[in-house]
């Protein structure tokens, strides 16, 4: 077996494996990008608790229609945009902090999702919400991920100075332009329908992985935004054609393999890359001893 064999064969022999890489690809270039302004704000672990608050309305569009792509979508969507704003609310209006409530409010999201895919569906449709199934991606769920790429390329690019002012000084922004709030519920705007996104390639567990290790991994190789969205980009499609195919060549499930690949290249990052630990313990080392 050749290298062209191990590396393009199974995309071109099957037709599944093109269309997961197609939908890798619009996850890269969508979620990767909204992931590096999700890092850039502190808002990683909003990212993961969003991820699961999403199951109840995609599981509730479970429970009404069934394995429906457009029902579990707006599910989703409704569920986390619920959960965004709600949690905001409570820590404007009472002592509470916005990350505790935040996480208050994705324990209970994800307790009843799976509480409600538990008791009315299997094991298969469980397993279908909570990790995905990338390999079974089809035109309608492809068309939904292309369209959900376009529409956050061209809000990041129309939002783009607030967003990148309010990442430096969020109370900056709030006090001399009015774009603050179109920024701020905007992009929770996009950070929910890409993590439905990647809840249909990924599951719910797994879709902000695509989101944060590629902007983390890119952060140890440059400095500024733009260089970092193009890298992080390029990152997250790398990594997920080769969980795509070592899942294939292995026979090992699809999505974990995927998200571990992406640990991979974070993992090398951090020890190769000019702002990583290998290099800034060198740097610190020679400062010392000049």
Same mark, same amino acid.
């Given at each position: 077996?050749?290298?062209?064999?191990?590396?393009?064969?199974?995309?071109?022999?099957?037709?599944?494996?093109?269309?997961?890489?197609?939908?890798?690809?619009?996850?890269?270039?969508?979620?990767?990008?909204?992931?590096?302004?999700?890092?850039?704000?502190?808002? @990683?672990?909003?990212?993961?608790?969003?991820?699961?608050?999403?199951?109840?309305?995609?599981?509730?569009?479970?429970?009404?229609?069934?394995?429906?792509?457009?029902?579990?979508?707006?599910?989703?969507?409704?569920?986390?945009?619920?959960?965004?704003?709600?949690?905001?609310?409570?820590?404007?209006?009472?002592?509470?902090?916005?990350?505790?409530?935040?996480?208050?409010?994705?324990?209970?999201?994800?307790?009843?999702?799976?509480?409600?895919?538990?008791?009315?569906?299997?094991?298969?449709?469980?397993?279908?919400?909570?990790? !995905?199934?990338?390999?079974?991606?089809?035109?309608?769920?492809?068309?939904?991920?292309?369209?959900?790429?376009?529409?956050?390329?061209?809000?990041?690019?129309?939002?783009?100075?607030?967003?990148?002012?309010?990442?430096?000084?969020? !109370?900056?922004?709030?006090?001399?332009?009015?774009? @603050?709030?179109?920024?701020?519920?905007?992009?929770?705007?996009?950070?929910?329908?890409?993590?439905?996104?990647?809840?249909?390639?990924?599951?719910?567990?797994?879709?902000? !992985?695509?989101?944060?290790?590629?902007?983390?991994?890119?952060?140890?190789?440059?400095?500024?935004?733009?260089?970092?969205? #193009?890298?992080?980009?390029?990152?997250?499609?790398?990594? @997920?054609?080769?969980?795509?195919?070592?899942?294939?060549?292995?026979?090992?499930?699809?999505?974990?393999?995927?998200?571990?690949?992406?640990? #991979?290249?974070?993992?090398?990052?951090?020890?190769?890359?000019?702002?990583?630990?290998?290099?800034?313990?060198?740097?610190?080392?020679?400062?010392?001893?000049?």
């Amino acid at each position: 077996m050749n290298d062209n064999t191990l590396l393009i064969g199974p995309f071109i022999e099957f037709a599944f494996m093109r269309q997961a890489l197609l939908g890798c690809l619009a996850l890269s270039l969508s979620a990767a990008p909204v992931g590096v302004f999700l890092m850039l704000r502190r808002m @990683s672990l909003t990212g993961d608790a969003m991820a699961h608050a999403i199951l109840p309305g995609a599981a509730i569009g479970y429970l009404m229609f069934g394995l429906s792509l457009m029902a579990m979508t707006v599910g989703g969507i409704i569920a986390g945009l619920t959960v965004a704003v709600g949690s905001g609310l409570v820590a404007r209006n009472t002592l509470i902090r916005e990350d505790t409530s935040l996480a208050a409010f994705y324990l209970l999201s994800l307790a009843l999702g799976v509480l409600i895919v538990s008791v009315r569906g299997n094991n298969v449709d469980l397993l279908h919400v909570l990790f !995905g199934t990338v390999l079974a991606l089809d035109g309608p769920a492809l068309t939904l991920l292309w369209s959900i790429t376009a529409v956050t390329l061209l809000t990041l690019f129309i939002i783009r100075r607030p967003l990148m002012l309010e990442c430096l000084d969020p !109370g900056f922004l709030r006090q001399v332009s009015r774009w @603050s709030p179109v920024a701020h519920y905007g992009f929770l705007g996009l950070l929910v329908i890409n993590l439905v996104a990647g809840f249909h390639a990924l599951g719910t567990l797994m879709a902000v !992985g695509i989101m944060v290790l590629p902007a983390a991994s890119a952060r140890f190789w440059v400095r500024r935004i733009g260089p970092m969205l #193009l890298i992080a980009t390029g990152l997250a499609l790398l990594a @997920s054609a080769g969980g795509l195919l070592i899942s294939y060549h292995a026979d090992w499930p699809t999505s974990p393999v995927i998200v571990l690949s992406l640990g #991979l290249v974070y993992l090398l990052s951090l020890f190769l890359a000019p702002n990583g630990l290998l290099r800034q313990q060198r740097a610190a080392q020679t400062h010392l001893k000049a």
